[in-house]
Every structure is written in C-alpha cells, then in structure tokens.
C-alpha cells in the first residue's frame, strides 16, 4: 500500500509521462512540416520512449496494490521558430520531468517507501540521461547553425535512432 500523497503524485506523473509524448509527437508533427523527417523520427521515438515511462508508473501502481487514475493531458506548444526553439523546449520540459522525479524520490523517503524509492532510482538515472540526449543534440544544431549541409546529415543521422525497451532485471 502506497501513502496518499506518494499515489496521488505519482498518478499525476503518469499523466505528466503521456503528456511528455503529447508534446513530443507535437514537435514531430512540427519536423515533418518542414521537411525534417529524421528530426520527427527522433521526437517520435522520443514519445514512444515516455509512454513507456507512463506504463512503468502504470505498473508501479497496481503492483503495489493500488489504482491508476487517468488524467486529461495538456495542450501542446504547436508552433516553434526554428529546429533549437523545438529542441530547446524539449529540453525546458526534460528538466521539468527531472524537478518532478526528485519530488517524488523525496516525498518516497519520507515515506520510507523502499519499493518506490527503488523504482524511482531507475528513474533518476534515465533522466540524467534524457537531459544530456537533448544538450547534446541542442549543442550539435547551435553548432551548425543554417548551414543546409549539416542539418541534412544531422537529419539523416537522426533518422536512425530506435528504441528497446530496457528488460526489467
């Protein structure tokens, strides 16, 4: 059984997990309107990667004997003025994700929660790398700028991005 606050907040980051693949579909949705196929694979497969994050919550839950409550989802940002605007507020909403996690390891141990402090750990590590993924890319497009030459190979190497979920060990 999970304390109130500790299963009202983590039923909030599963809707907070499917709107992060809301916003990212809608960035995709943005890459393809400009002919950035490989950018909108990356998002896509961005949002794949967060609702898979959502069921790994979901599943949290009802392991311990509790329920999930499905929330509505947020409207997405839908316009950006250029590829470092769209990958900037990817990486604004990543280290917004990471703000939620450590609220949720805290309020864990004060609960001395261990099943959730465990199952939050794995979360800590993601985002630390979900953090450095969106930098990285964000440093590589500044880098580029508009040159036409680097933004094509950048897309092309995007492109080729997948995901596996990770075995549960």
């Not at 919550?57 to 009802?62: A, L, M, V, Y």
């Not at 940002?77 to 805290?106: C, P, Q, W």
């Not at 750990?121 to 969106?134: G, H, I, L």
Request: aromatic fraction near 12%; include cysteine.
């Amino acid at each position: 059984m999970l304390a109130e606050k500790l299963l009202e907040e983590l039923n909030e980051q599963v809707r907070y997990e499917y709107e992060s693949a809301h916003y990212y579909l809608a960035i995709a949705a943005y890459f393809k309107s400009e002919d950035l196929e490989g950018f909108a694979h990356f998002f896509e497969i961005q949002a794949e990667e967060e609702r898979f994050h959502a069921q790994k919550f979901s599943n949290f839950i009802d392991e311990m004997g509790e329920r999930v409550i499905l929330k509505a989802l947020g409207e997405p940002r839908n316009e950006f003025d250029s590829i470092a605007d769209a990958i900037k507020y990817a990486l604004h909403h990543e280290k917004g994700v990471t703000k939620r996690i450590y609220k949720l390891m805290d309020i864990a141990q004060n609960e001395s929660c261990y099943p959730a402090i465990s199952m939050l750990q794995w979360f800590v590590d993601e985002q630390v790398e979900e953090e450095a993924t969106m930098d990285a890319l964000l440093k590589k497009v500044e880098r580029i700028g508009e040159n036409g030459n680097g933004i094509y190979m950048l897309d092309s190497e995007l492109a080729q991005r997948t995901f596996t979920p990770p075995t549960e060990e």
